[in-house]
C-alpha cells in the first residue's frame, strides 16, 4: 500500500446538506466546536442535478455563526455568474464541475480572482486524465463516490482507482494538491481512502444521522491519523 507523507494534514468536511435545517445554527455550533476542519457546502440548481439545495440567503446564515471555513460545491450550470457572489457570501474554496464548465481554465481563473481557492468536481463517470491541462492552476480536486444530487447513495468502488490517478497527475507538478471525495463516506471506508492518497472527506449523513456526531468526527480524525503509517 501507499506511504502516506506523515506532515499530511488529514480534512473532516461535514455536509450542511444533512444538517438539521429545523436546527442549523445548533449544527453549525456543534462542528465549530469539533474536531472538523471546514464547512462542505453544496449549492444545486435542480438542472445540473435532480435536486434543489440553498443559494445565498443560507450561505449567509452558515457564514454568521461558523467559525471554520467555507468549502463551497456548486452543482450547478454556468457557474461563472456566481462565483464572485458566492464569494462575497462568504465561500474560502469553491469547487465547479468539470462538466458544467465550457471554458474551465477561465473559470478557474475566475474563482482565484475573486480571492477564493480554486477547485473541481468530477463525476463518476468523468475520467481523471480530462485535468491535465489545468491540474497546476488547482487546489483542490473533487471525486464524486456517488453520482451528484442526493445523500445516502452508495460508494462507487472505482473512486479508489481514480484517487490513485490523481495522485499520479499531480506528481512533480502541484502535490500540494487537496484530493477531495464526497459520497457514501464513513468510518468503514476512510482507511482505505487515505491509503488510496485522497485527504480531504465530505461526509454527510454518517455525521449528521449518527446519535453522537462530534464523535463519529473524532473517531474519522483518528482513523486518517493512523493510517499516516499504512
Given at each position: 500500500?501507499?506511504k502516506?507523507n506523515k506532515?499530511?494534514k488529514?480534512?473532516?468536511?461535514?455536509?450542511i446538506l444533512?444538517?438539521d435545517?429545523?436546527n442549523?445554527?445548533?449544527?453549525?455550533?456543534m462542528?465549530?466546536?469539533?474536531?472538523?476542519?471546514?464547512?462542505?457546502?453544496?449549492?444545486m440548481?435542480?438542472v445540473?442535478v435532480?435536486n434543489?439545495?440553498?443559494?445565498f440567503p443560507?450561505?449567509?446564515?452558515?457564514?454568521?455563526?461558523?467559525?471554520?471555513?467555507l468549502?463551497?460545491?456548486?452543482?450547478?450550470?454556468n457557474?461563472?455568474?456566481?462565483?464572485?457572489?458566492?464569494?462575497?457570501?462568504?465561500?474560502?474554496r469553491?469547487?465547479?464541475?468539470?462538466?458544467?464548465?465550457t471554458?474551465?481554465?477561465?473559470?478557474?481563473?475566475?474563482?482565484k480572482?475573486s480571492?477564493?481557492?480554486?477547485?473541481v468536481a468530477?463525476?463518476?463517470?468523468?475520467p481523471?486524465?480530462?485535468?491535465?491541462?489545468?491540474?497546476?492552476?488547482?487546489d483542490?480536486v473533487?471525486?464524486?463516490s456517488?453520482n451528484p444530487?442526493?445523500?445516502?447513495?452508495q460508494?462507487?468502488?472505482?473512486?479508489?482507482?481514480?484517487?490513485?490517478?490523481?495522485?499520479?497527475l499531480?506528481?512533480?507538478?502541484?502535490?500540494n494538491?487537496?484530493?477531495?471525495?464526497?459520497?457514501?463516506?464513513?468510518?468503514q471506508?476512510?482507511t482505505n481512502l487515505?491509503s488510496?492518497g485522497?485527504?480531504?472527506?465530505?461526509a454527510?449523513?454518517?455525521?449528521f444521522?449518527?446519535?453522537?456526531?462530534?464523535?463519529?468526527?473524532?473517531n474519522m480524525?483518528?482513523?486518517t491519523?493512523?493510517s499516516?503509517n499504512?
Amino acid at each position: 500500500m501507499m506511504k502516506n507523507n506523515k506532515k499530511m494534514k488529514y480534512i473532516i468536511a461535514p455536509s450542511i446538506l444533512s444538517a438539521d435545517f429545523g436546527n442549523l445554527q445548533r449544527d453549525i455550533e456543534m462542528i465549530n466546536k469539533s474536531e472538523a476542519d471546514w464547512f462542505h457546502v453544496d449549492v444545486m440548481d435542480g438542472v445540473f442535478v435532480p435536486n434543489i439545495s440553498f443559494g445565498f440567503p443560507i450561505m449567509a446564515a452558515v457564514k454568521k455563526y461558523a467559525t471554520k471555513p467555507l468549502d463551497v460545491h456548486l452543482m450547478i450550470i454556468n457557474p461563472d455568474q456566481y462565483i464572485s457572489e458566492f464569494a462575497e457570501a462568504g465561500a474560502d474554496r469553491i469547487t465547479v464541475h468539470y462538466e458544467a464548465c465550457t471554458h474551465l481554465h477561465r473559470t478557474i481563473q475566475l474563482i482565484k480572482a475573486s480571492g477564493c481557492k480554486a477547485g473541481v468536481a468530477l463525476n463518476p463517470h468523468t475520467p481523471v486524465t480530462l485535468l491535465q491541462d489545468v491540474i497546476e492552476d488547482l487546489d483542490l480536486v473533487l471525486i464524486m463516490s456517488v453520482n451528484p444530487g442526493f445523500g445516502g447513495q452508495q460508494f462507487i468502488h472505482n473512486t479508489y482507482k481514480k484517487i490513485r490517478d490523481i495522485k499520479q497527475l499531480i506528481q512533480g507538478v502541484n502535490e500540494n494538491l487537496i484530493i477531495q471525495v464526497d459520497g457514501g463516506v464513513g468510518l468503514q471506508n476512510i482507511t482505505n481512502l487515505v491509503s488510496a492518497g485522497a485527504n480531504a472527506f465530505v461526509a454527510g449523513n454518517a455525521i449528521f444521522v449518527a446519535e453522537n456526531p462530534p464523535e463519529i468526527i473524532s473517531n474519522m480524525k483518528s482513523l486518517t491519523a493512523s493510517s499516516i503509517n499504512i
